[in-house]
């Protein structure tokens, strides 16, 4: 069981670290500077910023690598993540 649920959580925090690099308004100025030198419609590098499948393989990469690292510390990361996750999701299907 506990290996379902850290999937779980590790699922959801990937989405949730995903989101922040892609929407979220606090990460905006990286990713104007970003877009400032790699525009996203004629580069790679700044397209890549505005693909969700792109930026979960590598969040999801750093995902799995924190819970083999440090999977105590992970563990409470990775379930405040999953929390705002859920969180989020819910907002957004009010």
Do not use: Q
Not at 21 to 49: A, C, H, M, Q, W
């Amino acid at each position: 069981m506990t290996d379902a649920l850290n999937f779980v959580k590790d699922a959801l925090a990937t989405y949730r670290l995903t989101k922040l690099v892609i929407d979220d308004k606090i990460t905006e100025d990286v990713r104007n500077k970003v877009f400032d030198r790699f525009p996203p419609e004629s580069t790679k590098v700044g397209y890549l910023f505005t693909c969700p499948w792109c930026v979960s393989i590598w969040t999801g990469l750093g995902v799995v690598a924190a819970r083999r690292v440090a999977p105590t510390a992970w563990d409470a990361m990775a379930t405040a993540l999953a929390a705002s996750s859920i969180s989020g999701l819910l907002e957004e299907r009010r």
